[in-house]
Nanobody, 116 residues
Framework: QVQLVESGGGLVQAGGSLRLSCAAS????????MGWYRQAPGKQRDLVAA???????NYADSVKGRFTISRDNAKNTVSLQMNSLKPEDTAVYYC??????????WGQGTQVSVSS
C-alpha cells in the first residue's frame, strides 16, 4: 500500500523559512515523479514544484528562486525548502507521486501559514 506523509508545516513570519518533507512507503520515489502542490482556501490546488525520475525540476513562477525541491533516495523522501516566505504562500501543501502508468497518490497535506 502506497502512503505519503508530509511534515514540516507551521506558522512563520514573512521572510522566514520552512522545510517540508514527504516520506513515502510502499513505493520507491526515485522511480517516479514527485511534486509539491498547494491549495489556499477557496482556490484550486496548484503545482509548486516537481522533480522527475531523472532529477529534472520545475517550479511555479511565483516560487522560483525561493523554493527548492530535492529528493533523498536513501530515505525515500522528497523535500521542499521554502525561503523568503510571503503571506501569499499560505496554503495547505500536498505531496504527490505519479507513477509510470500515470496513477497519482497524494499525502494528507500540511498547513503552512505565513504572517505579515
Amino acid at each position: 500500500q502506497v502512503q505519503l506523509v508530509e511534515s514540516g508545516g507551521g506558522l512563520v513570519q514573512a521572510g522566514g523559512s520552512l522545510r517540508l518533507s514527504c516520506a513515502a512507503s510502499g513505493i520507491i520515489i526515485s522511480s517516479n515523479t514527485m511534486g509539491w502542490y498547494r491549495q489556499a482556501p477557496g482556490k484550486q490546488r496548484d503545482l509548486v514544484a516537481a522533480i522527475t525520475r531523472g532529477g529534472g525540476t520545475n517550479y511555479a513562477d511565483s516560487v522560483k528562486g525561493r523554493f527548492t525541491i530535492s529528493r533523498d533516495n536513501a530515505k525515500n523522501t522528497v523535500s521542499l525548502q521554502m525561503n523568503s516566505l510571503k503571506p501569499e504562500d499560505t496554503a495547505v501543501y500536498y505531496c504527490r507521486l505519479t507513477n509510470w502508468v500515470s496513477r497519482d497518490y497524494w499525502g494528507q497535506g500540511t498547513q503552512v501559514s505565513v504572517s505579515s
